[in-house]
C-alpha cells in the first residue's frame, strides 16, 4: 500500500504558486529597499514597513503607488 504525500495534492498547482510567490518576493524586497533610501513618505515610515510585509502581494503594490512622495 503506497502512502499518499500531502505534497500530491499541491503538485499540480505548484506552476501558478510558484509565479506568484516569486513575484510577492521581488516586490516586497523592491518596496522595503525603497522604503529605507525614501527621505520622505506619506506617513510614518514603520507603517508602510508593516504594510509591505503583512500587506503579502496588496501591501508592497499599495506602498509604491500611495506612500511614495516625490
Known amino acids: 500500500m503506497d502512502a499518499i504525500s500531502p505534497f500530491d ?3 499540480p498547482w505548484l506552476p501558478f504558486i510558484v509565479p506568484i510567490v516569486v ?4 516586490l516586497m524586497v523592491v518596496a522595503l529597499l525603497d522604503l529605507v533610501r525614501r527621505e520622505r513618505t506619506r506617513g510614518p515610515k514603520w507603517m508602510w514597513a508593516l504594510i509591505i510585509v503583512a500587506g503579502e502581494l496588496l501591501g508592497p503594490i ?4 500611495f506612500g511614495r512622495e516625490e
Do not use: H
Not at 23 to 26: A, F, R, S, T, V
Open 9 to 11: 495534492a499541491i503538485r
Open 23 to 26: 513575484l510577492q518576493l521581488i
Open 62 to 65: 499599495a506602498y509604491l503607488v
